[in-house]
């Protein structure tokens, strides 16, 4: 899988080019960004992100979420978790890590914290992937196996299939 300093470093290049709150062109930078990876590294940066946001799934991210009512369904949340990591790699350790950090900010500029909701970085990857390959290509198929991937890896003693 991806790791996370190579995810957060495309991240970074993005918000180099076009800043998180210019939602549109952050989407395309990003889909820029990620046609210039390998199919697979496309995959891996979804896996890296389902992962990183699985990881901001704490109370108090939760807490955050639930006072402004974006925590009513996992749908609504894993957006806002979205909006969290695509903000870079500073603000989602600081928002995982910190006890407050994101109480603080929503205390001191709560519209920062409100344009967190962001469903994009759940789309980008696939949308890359057909931009590159074409409509015809087969994001879950691609998606499968590198999951498979992923799963072998992480068994040590399945080397006979992960060699096939």
Known sequence: MMNKNTFFNTIEKVLEQT???DIINYDETLIKELKKKTNSEIAQFLLCMLELRREL???EINKVARSLDLA???EI???FCNGIIASGKGFYNQA???KGFLETKLQNNPEEIKQLYYEGLSLVSSAAY???KGLDADWDVLLRNEKRQLELEQQVHNKDELER
Request: hydrophobic fraction near 10%; charge should be negative.
């Open 19 to 21: 800043p998180f709150e």
């Open 57 to 59: 799934d704490t109370y």
């Open 72 to 74: 009513p369904n996992r």
């Open 77 to 79: 949340f894993n957006r």
């Open 96 to 98: 995982k890590e910190e």
């Open 130 to 132: 057909y931009d590159k």
